[in-house]
């Protein structure tokens, strides 16, 4: 197998942190330089269902797209006790749940606040600093629905780490360093839990 990646997205170091969780280290690695449009090759839109990274090529010559679909695989293909994606029909559906929320209400109005704030890939896409400002501002009214959720739970989805956890790690790391947003000084219990996640072994490496 291959996966095609470049390591410093967002999208990538969400996958990876995954992998990492359930031992995945032994991969063929292939970087894609998005800036550089590495990506926008048709070679490579050929493979990809969406075009981006990260991009699992498997050894029968299929590919599978998107982050959650690649974690799913791996975990499914690799033995381990985790249960990242739930351990029973309640847990799994919490999972997906909250996994889903972060995504839509989080994570992808952080991608749209950067990318149209930045102006990152202007050259390829119309960045509107208006949309960027609007998306910030949903990610600064979503954080304390977080914060209240993990008031209620010693993590995002169940009272177990998860692949919802993840996907806040990644959401807070993007609000904290690239949108400037003071989540911890507001939000305690976003605090408190990205304290004790920052300790795991995955997130250290």
Known sequence: MKLYEQAATVSCKRLNLFLREIGVTDLERIEINVREGDNLDQGY????????????????????SETVA????????TPNDLNLFGQDT????KVEMWNRI???????????AFRNLTGLYSDRENCVEDWGKEAKRRVELFL????????QSSYVATERYSIADISAYILVF?????????VF????????W???????PALQA
């Open 185 to 192: 000084e507001t939000n305690q219990n976003i605090k408190r």
């Open 102 to 112: 972060v995504e839509i209400d989080g994570i992808q109005n952080a991608f749209q």
């Open 45 to 64: 839109q050929d493979k990809s269902a969406n075009g981006k990274v990260p991009l699992l090529e498997l050894d029968d010559g299929s590919h599978l």
């Open 70 to 77: 690649i974690s799913r695989y791996f975990d499914e293909i």
């Open 174 to 182: 993007v609000a904290v360093n690239a949108l400037k947003i003071e």
């Open 194 to 200: 990205f304290d004790k996640v920052s300790t795991r």
């Open 90 to 93: 309640v847990e799994r559906a």
């Open 144 to 151: 304390p629905k977080l914060d209240k959720q993990l008031g």
